[in-house]
Nanobody, 123 residues
Framework: QVQLKESGGGLVQAGDSLRLSCAAF????????MGWFRQAPGKEREFVAA????????DYADSVKGRFTISRDNAKNTVYLQMNSLKPEDTAVYYC????????????????WGQGTQVTVSS
C-alpha cells in the first residue's frame, strides 16, 4: 500500500526556516519522481517543487525559487523541502506527492498524495 507521510510543519515567524520531510512506503521510491504542492485557505492547490528519481533534476515555482530547496535521500525513502526566508504568503498545507511519470509541475501527473502538514508564517 502506497503511503506518504509529511512532517516538519509548524508556526514560525517571517524570515525563519523550516524543513519538511516526506517518508514514503509501499513502492520503489528510488524509481519515481516526487513533488511538493501547497494549498492555502480558499485557494487551489499549487505546485511548489519537484525532483526527478535520482535528485539530479529539480524544478521550482517562481514564488519559491531561491528560497526553497527540494532534495531526496533514496536510501531513506524520504524527500525533503528546505524552506528559508519564509513569508506570510507561504502559509498553507504542504503536500508531498508521487509522480506517475517524470518530474512535473502538473498535479494531474501525480497519483499518490500525503495528508499534508500545516505551515503557518506570522508577520
Amino acid at each position: 500500500q502506497v503511503q506518504l507521510k509529511e512532517s516538519g510543519g509548524g508556526l514560525v515567524q517571517a524570515g525563519d526556516s523550516l524543513r519538511l520531510s516526506c517518508a514514503a512506503f509501499g513502492f520503489t521510491f528510488s524509481g519515481v519522481a516526487m513533488g511538493w504542492f501547497r494549498q492555502a485557505p480558499g485557494k487551489e492547490r499549487e505546485f511548489v517543487a519537484a525532483i526527478n528519481w535520482s535528485g539530479s533534476l529539480t524544478d521550482y515555482a517562481d514564488s519559491v525559487k531561491g528560497r526553497f530547496t527540494i532534495s531526496r535521500d533514496n536510501a531513506k525513502n524520504t524527500v525533503y523541502l528546505q524552506m528559508n526566508s519564509l513569508k506570510p504568503e507561504d502559509t498553507a498545507v504542504y503536500y508531498c506527492a508521487r509522480s506517475s511519470r517524470s518530474y512535473s509541475n502538473n498535479p494531474s501527473q501525480y497519483n499518490s498524495w500525503g495528508q499534508g502538514t500545516q505551515v503557518t508564517v506570522s508577520s
